[in-house]
């Protein structure tokens, strides 16, 4: 098996008396798009700072590319800020070639690739002209140009669907996403549970310095015990006799929905069976699984937090 | 060495992109020019003053007169003299015609110096003399305009100034009435009325004028008529009119000599004094130039800092080598700052003495300026390093423009404190106040720099350089680490109180 790109072993990370990453361990593989979430003031700006080498650990080791953290590793970055990082005075294309030649391009390579990007992110309009002139979205398109523009082996990207609209926030999927294509590893922080459902095939959640949750999206999914809603005319109490289902629900408001919950791994289609067997035909079943951002807000959030870390506990890998 | 390169391109353009840079790189040479320009205009367009004497006594008149063409004669004198040095070969004239290349070099204060002049036929007989020896393009001489003119009042002013007709002479000397002259008709500026008992021991004379801020005509009658009195005093004690015009025509003339002065046997020259007030400006251009650039860098690194600009820099190289950049770039600015003030100032100086720029260079070398150039430098280089970095440091421990504002305050009171002192410098360069500035590690480049044709002690001079350098690699060194240290800190600095309890727990930590 191939070495991590990225290998973090019991980071700590102090502000004055406040401990901002505790003991955190987690890898990136090649070629892999990893979703690193958690709400604000998690330690993900922190823990990203920290892999660039922009804030010293206060304990732990940073791996990359196989190698123990060095200066060396940076050209081989790509760095995308969380706020906008740009010289307001600098035209768009003097930004990416700019960023590009500090990452060790040379001039002409650097001006082709400006200009390919620009071209591919429908910005040739705005090469020439200074980023203080361009929209939000503009702005940050070029800013995701100037991270990729030395065509880095991996990508780190903090909130990089901030504040934009869904089209371009589409446009910055595409770009992560031919990335991935291309082999290169990325490693993008956000709110958004979408992105990183569309996005990513492992996440972490992290929540007050710690890791919350690590895995694929369909084991953080588990995490939430799965809810199955049935409609029917006759009585389906006798649900909750039915082996696998936690508890049941039943009918409020005067409609006739039962809410059924089941245990860790029930598969939703006893309960139809069940209902088979006793001669009822609901006239509804939804067993839809939890979305992420259901998962966390359970995770992450204050009060689900207990509750969904002793069954990240169990189901991280 | 490439992004620091590519760092200190960047800074670089960006400096001299700015209008504040500029503005300031043509503010020198423009402000030399307006200030020889409106001097020019000033002698050229100041009105001149018709003023009108009625004398009672009937015997100072003349005396007035005669004080006036003396007077006439000798601005004229002290114009050829400016035009000959900016227009003739001065070396070719001694050659060609030595009495006249005398004459020019006198004094002009001296008044037998003007007799010498008169005598020798005027203006019209000198700048024919010079013409052999006019320089390539030379520019015709013009002879200054006269400002003061005497003019004969009418028997109506002449009868209301008897009287004391205030009514009568208000329109005359507020112009509404203008009198009769040889120029036409203008505006009377001033009216004197000198008794029939006008004398030594009864030296009061009437003074009529509406403008009583302007003295020219008022100083000048005093003088005038004082000049007259103490002859005539002179003749009733029995002196012989030749040993009267001695006495009071006689004046001092100092021949300068520095015994450190090898060329002319130690003669003291224009050349000299050129030498010693040289630096003297560098030092303060320099001093202009490192505040420009410092400012622009301090403003730079805050809005790298607040835009998140430097963390995309950081993700590239280190900060130190940010810093390197951002020094190299900021001293390629100075060094286009000073030299276009330098050459603009020259180019000014051209302009205005209407000499080649040959000729200002040979000026200079003439005065020995280039021959404490690596000296210079090593001060230009030293202020530089030590005031970039100390705001380099500044803009990175600093969140805003406002918290900078708050650490720069007592830096630039530090940094003007001695700006007094620079007459005390100028006046005594080798006396314990300019030695004490030389090893002051913030003034030490720009003292030394003013010392420097002065001739200071090598040995102190030579400790002092040691010195600077040793406090600029110190002072670097340091503001090196405070850079490193902050330029990514944006939690706001330690209150006081902060503070304290961090000493505190520093204390109380066992050893």
């Not at chain 1, 001669?279 to 937090?305: C, I, N, W």
């Amino acid at each position: 098996m191939s070495e991590p790109i990225l290998q973090i072993t019991d980071l700590d990370k102090y502000y004055g008396e406040n401990k901002a990453v505790a003991g955190l361990s987690f890898g990136v593989e090649p070629g892999e798009v990893f979703g690193f979430l958690g709400p604000n003031g998690a330690g993900k700006t922190s823990t990203l700072r920290m892999i660039l080498g922009l804030v010293k650990p206060d304990a732990g080791s940073i791996r990359l590319f196989g190698a123990p953290w060095s200066r060396d590793a940076l050209p081989r970055l790509g760095y995308l800020p969380e706020e906008r990082g740009l010289y307001k005075r600098m035209k768009a294309m003097e930004a990416i070639v700019f960023f590009a030649r500090l990452k060790g391009l040379h001039v002409a390579v650097a001006r082709r690739r400006a200009h390919d990007i620009l071209e591919r992110l429908g910005l040739s309009h705005v090469a020439r002209t200074r980023i203080e002139n361009l929209s939000r979205g503009m702005a940050q398109k070029v800013q995701v140009a100037a991270a990729i523009a030395h065509e880095p082996e991996f990508l780190i990207l903090d909130e990089p669907f901030s504040g934009l609209d869904p089209i371009n926030q589409q446009t910055i999927e595409d770009i992560i996403r031919d990335q991935a294509k291309a082999g290169r590893s990325a490693i993008f922080s956000t709110h958004t549970m979408q992105h990183a459902e569309r996005l990513c095939r492992r996440i972490l959640i992290l929540r007050k310095g710690r890791k919350a949750f690590e895995g694929s999206v369909e084991d953080a999914r588990r995490l939430l015990p799965r809810r199955v809603r049935l409609e029917a005319a006759a009585d389906l109490s006798f649900i909750a006799g039915v082996p696998g289902v936690d508890r049941l629900e039943p009918p409020q408001d005067g409609r006739r929905i039962w809410e059924a919950i089941l245990a860790n791994r029930t598969e939703p289609g006893v309960l139809l069976a069940a209902c088979m067997a006793r001669g009822v035909t609901p006239t509804r079943f939804d067993a839809s699984e939890p979305t992420l951002h259901e998962v966390f807000v359970a995770v992450a959030g204050a009060d689900g937090a207990a509750e969904a870390t002793s069954s990240a506990g169990a189901e991280a890998p | 060495m490439n992004d620091i390169r590519i760092i200190a391109w960047r800074e670089f353009l960006q400096y001299i992109r700015t209008r504040g840079f500029i503005l300031t790189l043509f503010f020198i040479p423009a402000w030399f020019i307006l200030g020889g320009v409106v001097q020019q205009l000033v002698a050229e367009t100041t009105s001149v003053r018709y003023f009108a004497v009625v004398d009672e006594s009937g015997s100072f008149a003349a005396a007035i007169d005669r004080t006036l063409e003396a007077d006439r004669q000798r601005a004229i004198f002290e114009g050829l003299v400016a035009w000959a040095r900016a227009n003739v070969d001065i070396a070719a004239l001694s050659r060609h015609a030595p009495a006249v290349a005398k004459l020019l070099n006198q004094d002009g204060g001296d008044p037998a110096t003007i007799a010498r002049f008169v005598a020798a036929g005027g203006a019209g007989a000198v700048v024919a003399a010079v013409v052999p020896d006019l320089r390539p393009g030379a520019a015709d001489f013009v002879p200054p305009r006269a400002n003061l003119l005497r003019i004969d009042p009418s028997p109506d002013i002449v009868a209301a100034a008897k009287a004391h007709d205030r009514s009568a002479l208000l329109p005359v000397l507020k112009g509404e009435t203008p009198v009769a002259t040889a120029d036409g008709r203008v505006p009377l500026f001033a009216l004197a009325v000198i008794p029939a008992d006008f004398s030594a021991t009864a030296p009061g004379f009437e003074y009529w004028c509406e403008n009583q801020t302007d003295p020219v005509v008022q100083d000048f009658l005093r003088r005038a008529l004082a000049d007259e009195l103490r002859l005539q005093t002179a003749a009733e004690l029995g002196l012989a009119p030749a040993s009267i015009h001695r006495l009071l025509d006689a004046t001092v003339t100092v021949d300068r000599f520095n015994p450190s002065n090898a060329a002319g046997n130690g003669a003291v020259s224009q050349d000299d004094i050129l030498r010693i007030v040289l630096p003297f400006g560098i030092a303060l251009l320099l001093l202009v130039a490192i505040l420009s650039i410092s400012s622009m860098l301090l403003m730079a690194v805050i809005e790298e800092k607040s835009s998140r600009v430097i963390e995309m820099i950081l993700a590239s190289t280190s900060a130190e080598r940010v810093m390197a950049g951002k020094l190299i770039g900021a001293a390629g600015a100075a060094l286009i700052l000073m030299a276009g003030w330098i050459l603009g100032g020259g180019g000014a100086a051209s302009l205005l003495t209407h000499s080649s720029p040959g000729g200002i260079v040979a000026a200079l070398v003439r005065a020995h300026a280039f021959g404490d150039m690596p000296a210079v430098a090593i001060c230009f280089v030293c202020g530089l390093a030590i005031h970039t970095t100390i705001f380099l440091g500044v803009g990175a421990m600093a969140r805003s423009f406002q918290e900078a504002q708050s650490y720069l305050g007592p830096l630039l009171f530090i940094l003007f404190a001695p700006i007094g002192f620079v007459t005390v410098v100028f006046n005594e360069p080798n006396g314990a106040l300019a030695t004490l500035l030389s090893f002051s590690p913030l003034h030490a480049p720009f003292f030394l720099m003013m010392r420097l044709p002065n001739s200071p002690p090598p040995i102190g001079t030579a400790l002092a350089f040691l010195w600077m350098i040793v406090c600029t690699v110190a002072i670097v060194r340091l503001m090196i680490w405070g850079f490193v240290s902050n330029i990514l800190r944006s939690e706001p600095s330690p209150g006081w109180r902060m503070l304290g309890h961090r000493l505190a727990r520093i204390w109380r930590r066992p050893a």
